[in-house]
C-alpha cells in the first residue's frame, strides 16, 4: 500500500492475513493523538465500518475532570496507512514492540458504545421543534439532538440561550432564519449533516464566536468563502473536493483551524493564497503538488497538518 494513502481505499477482498501500519493523526480540544498500529484486514474493515456510524465518542485522556464528545466523522481521515511492507512493519515492532502506540481511539471506535453510554445520550428525535427545545433546555441529558433531520425557526431560537456544545449533524437543512439563530449560540457547533448552505445562512453563521464543523458541505460559493473568513474560530469544511480560486483567497483571510482534508487536488493560485492565511492548516487529501504550489505553501506560518510547512510539502512529495 502505497504510503500516506486513504484508509478506504484498501480493497475488502484483499488478503486478511496482510498487515498495515495505521498512521493516526488527529487534533480535538486541545489533546492530540498521534501514532501508529499494526492492523491486519480484518481489523482495518472493521475501523472502515465504524467510522461510517454517525454517534459520538467520548475523547480519551482528557485533562482532570473534563470530558468532551465529537462527531465520529471528525475522524474519517484521521487514519492513513503507512506502509503494509513487511520489512517496514518489523522494523516498527523493533522500535515500539507488538504494541504500537496508544491504541485508547482506536479501541473506542472498533468497540462502540456500550449500553451504559448509549443511557446516558437520551431519547433520539426525529425533528427538533419548540417542544424538544425546551425539553433540551431543560435536561439536556435527557435528548439526544443529533439525529434529528430538521429544525423550525422558533426552536432554533431557543437553542440560541443554550451554553454548550450543540451537536447537530443530522440536520439536512438550515433556513436562514435558524442560522441567524444559531449564530448568536455560544459553544461548539457542529452542523456536520448539511450539504448545502446558502450565501444568507453562511453569512449568519460567520458571526458565530465560536467553532464550526461543516464537513457535510459539498460545495462552497465565493460569497460563502467571503462570509466565512469572518468565523471567529476554527473551520472545518473536510466535504470540499473543490475549491476555486477566489474562494481560496476569501479562506485565506480566516485566523485559525482551517480544515479541508477533502481536496485532493490545489491551483498554483488557491495555493499561494492558502499559504498567506494565519493558523494551522489542514490539506490531509491532497496526492500531489505543482512545484509552485509546493514553493508557496512551505512558507506557510503556521502548521500544515501537525508539521511543519517546509516538512510537509517534502512528506508529501516523496509519496
Known amino acids: 500500500m502505497k504510503k500516506g494513502s486513504n484508509i478506504s481505499k484498501i480493497s475488502k477482498?484483499?488478503?486478511q492475513d496482510d498487515e498495515f501500519i495505521v498512521k493516526l493523526d488527529f487534533y480535538y480540544c486541545d489533546v492530540t493523538y498521534e501514532g501508529?498500529?499494526?492492523?491486519?484486514g480484518r481489523e482495518i474493515f472493521e475501523l472502515l465500518e465504524a467510522l461510517s456510524g454517525e454517534?459520538?465518542?467520548?475523547?480519551p485522556n482528557m485533562p482532570g475532570d473534563w470530558c468532551e464528545e465529537?462527531?465520529?466523522?471528525?475522524?474519517?481521515?484521521?487514519?492513513?496507512?503507512?506502509?503494509?511492507?513487511k520489512e517496514d512493519i518489523a522494523a516498527m515492532r523493533s522500535v515500539f514492540g507488538d504494541s504500537v502506540g496508544n491504541t485508547e481511539l482506536y479501541d473506542q471506535i472498533v468497540e462502540g458504545e456500550d449500553e451504559e453510554d448509549q443511557d446516558t445520550h437520551g431519547e433520539l428525535v426525529a425533528a427538533i421543534d419548540c417542544e424538544v427545545a425546551q425539553r433540551f433546555l431543560e435536561d439536556e441529558d435527557s435528548i439526544d439532538l443529533s439525529a434529528a433531520s430538521s429544525i423550525n425557526d422558533v426552536a432554533a431560537e431557543a437553542l440560541s440561550k443554550h451554553e454548550g456544545e450543540l451537536c447537530l449533524d443530522g440536520l439536512t437543512e438550515l433556513s436562514d432564519t435558524a442560522a441567524e439563530a444559531l449564530s448568536k449560540h455560544e459553544g461548539y457547533h457542529s452542523l456536520n449533516g448539511l450539504t448545502e448552505l446558502s450565501d444568507v445562512a453562511a453569512?449568519?453563521?460567520?458571526?458565530?464566536?465560536?467553532?464550526?464543523?461543516?464537513?457535510?458541505?459539498?460545495?462552497l460559493s465565493n460569497a460563502a468563502a467571503e462570509a466565512f473568513s469572518k468565523l471567529e474560530g476554527y473551520l472545518?469544511?473536510?466535504?470540499?473536493?473543490?475549491?476555486?480560486?477566489?474562494?481560496?483567497?476569501?479562506?485565506?483571510?480566516?485566523?485559525?483551524?482551517?480544515?479541508?482534508?477533502?481536496?485532493?487536488?490545489?491551483?498554483?493560485v488557491a495555493a499561494e493564497?492558502?499559504?498567506?492565511h494565519k493558523g494551522d492548516l489542514y490539506l490531509d487529501g491532497l496526492t500531489e503538488l505543482s512545484d509552485t504550489a509546493a514553493e508557496a505553501l512551505a512558507k506557510h506560518e503556521g502548521k500544515i497538518g501537525f508539521m511543519n510547512p517546509a516538512e510537509w510539502v517534502a512528506s508529501l512529495r516523496e509519496e
Do not use: M, P, Q, W
Not at 474519517?76 to 496507512?81: E, L, N
Not at 453569512?203 to 460545495?219: F, H, I, P, Q, R
Not at 493564497?273 to 498567506?276: I, T
Open 13 to 15: 477482498d484483499g488478503n
Open 273 to 276: 493564497a492558502l499559504s498567506k
Open 203 to 219: 453569512e449568519a453563521l460567520s458571526k458565530y464566536k465560536g467553532d464550526l464543523a461543516l464537513n457535510g458541505l459539498t460545495e
Open 70 to 85: 465529537f462527531s465520529i466523522s471528525l475522524l474519517k481521515d484521521a487514519f492513513t496507512i503507512h506502509s503494509s511492507d
Open 236 to 268: 472545518h469544511l473536510d466535504g470540499l473536493t473543490e475549491l476555486s480560486d477566489v474562494a481560496a483567497e476569501a479562506l485565506s483571510k480566516h485566523e485559525g483551524e482551517l480544515c479541508l482534508n477533502g481536496l485532493t487536488k490545489l491551483s498554483d
Open 55 to 59: 454517534r459520538e465518542l467520548y475523547t
Open 36 to 40: 501508529f498500529l499494526i492492523l491486519n
